[in-house]
């Protein structure tokens, strides 16, 4: 049997969130499920029959990450950029996820064995040397 989402609860939430981060990553917990299952492209997930720890974590990391900038630069969302100005009064400020983007970070893809190991070779004389006699 295949999991289904969500793989969290809101009850399952950091309680150190505010009332409105906490309200808009509970409604995007199904979502970061469903794209936990999409990223799946090898079946890593198909044997699973309970959520894991990892899944639950990732689930719960991805759905905060979407709601923290929908609730404002006050309450946490990550800013990668601040400048400050003095004489026009000038701020300016860049936000990490500005629309609130459901996406997994390398880490966390690596946890969930979701990165592609390649291996292979290629022919660097392959019908580009003929032997003339």
């Known amino acids: 049997m295949a999991l ?10 950091p309680s150190t969130l505010n009332a409105d ?11 970061a499920s469903q794209l936990i299952l999409d990223e799946d492209t090898r079946g890593i997930l198909d044997d699973l029959t309970a959520v894991t720890p990892t899944i639950k974590r990732i689930t ?3 759905a905060i990450r979407a709601a923290l900038p929908a609730a404002g630069a006050s309450d946490g969302a990550p800013i990668t950029q601040t400048a ?8 300016s400020k860049t ?5 609130g983007d459901l996406y997994l970070t390398k880490a966390e893809r690596r946890q969930l064995r ?6 292979g070779h290629v022919d660097m004389w392959a019908g580009a040397y003929e032997e003339t006699v």
């Open 60 to 62: 719960i990391a991805v």
């Open 4 to 13: 289904t989402p969500p793989f969290a609860a809101e009850s399952d939430l």
């Open 95 to 99: 936000f990490a996820n500005p629309m």
């Open 21 to 31: 981060v906490r309200v808009r990553a509970a409604a995007q917990l199904t979502n």
């Open 84 to 91: 400050w100005g003095a004489g026009g009064f000038n701020e």
């Open 114 to 119: 979701f990165t592609k190991q390649r291996a």
